[in-house]
Structures are given as C-alpha cells and as structure tokens.
C-alpha cells in the first residue's frame, strides 16, 4: 500500500543523516503507510505529532501542515473530509484499525519479508548494518 506515515511525508528528510537511512514499512502498517488520501488519518497523526512541539519545529511543521492543507484542498476540501468522517466511513475506519493493532504489524518485523528470497527485515537490516562497518 503506497502511503507515508500517519503524520505525514517527512518535509527535508531525514537531515544530514539521509544518505544512510533505509525505511521500511510493512504492507498493511498503518503507522507508516497511511495513503495519500486518508485526509483524517493524516491530519490526526499531523495534529498528534505537533502537539506539544517547542517554537523552534514551527517553520519545520508550517512546511508540513502546507503540504497537508493543498493534498486537501487538490481532493475537494472540506467535502472530501466530510466523507471521511461519515457514519459508514468511521465504522470502516474502526475496523481497518482494529485489525492494524491486532495484527501487531507494526511492532514485529522479523517475519516481514523485504526481497524476493524471503530475507526478513530484520536479517536485512542486520546485513545493512554489517556492511557498513
């Protein structure tokens, strides 16, 4: 599922660390792999990640809240939302949620096969690791 996280896209990356980050994200992980146009997800985790945040993060999170503000805008607005926040929608919403945390997808990623030979994530990142020293 072709997604971000829940907060959004990570506006600059990962810093001058970049060049050396590997992300991987499990398919159904709902944390990390939110779809584009899950607007209320994206906007609670957003709301969730800047709550609390100093004054030093408000230009880093403006970036982010403009990005969230025109995906919204480009899909319809405040309609779209409110079809995201009916009565049929909040029950499918519950359920894909309900089975994300069931499933514990995003807290164990050593059975999560990340190539073609069934390397796990875990292996892999291990390997990355290894390489690197």
């Given at each position: 599922?072709?997604?971000?996280g ?10 001058f ?7 991987i ?7 990390c792999?939110t ?18 945040t100093?004054p030093?993060?408000?230009?880093h999170?403006?970036d ?12 319809g607005?405040?309609?779209t939302?409110q ?11 519950e ?15 050593s059975?999560y ?19 690197k020293?």
């Amino acid at each position: 599922m072709p997604g971000n996280g829940a907060g959004g896209s990570r506006v600059g990356g990962f810093g001058f660390v970049s060049p050396n980050v590997r992300t991987i994200c499990a398919v159904g992980d709902l944390y990390c792999s939110t779809p584009r146009e899950d607007y209320v997800t994206r906007l609670a985790g957003f709301l969730a990640i800047t709550a609390g945040t100093g004054p030093d993060a408000v230009e880093h999170y403006r970036d982010e809240a403009t990005i969230l503000y025109n995906d919204i805008m480009a899909a319809g607005g405040v309609p779209t939302l409110q079809l995201q926040i009916s009565p049929e929608a909040n029950v499918e919403r519950e359920t894909q949620i309900r089975e994300f945390y069931g499933s514990q997808i995003h807290q164990d990623y050593s059975n999560y096969a990340v190539d073609d030979r069934g390397t796990t994530a875990t292996i892999w990142l291990n390997n990355w690791l290894a390489s690197k020293v």
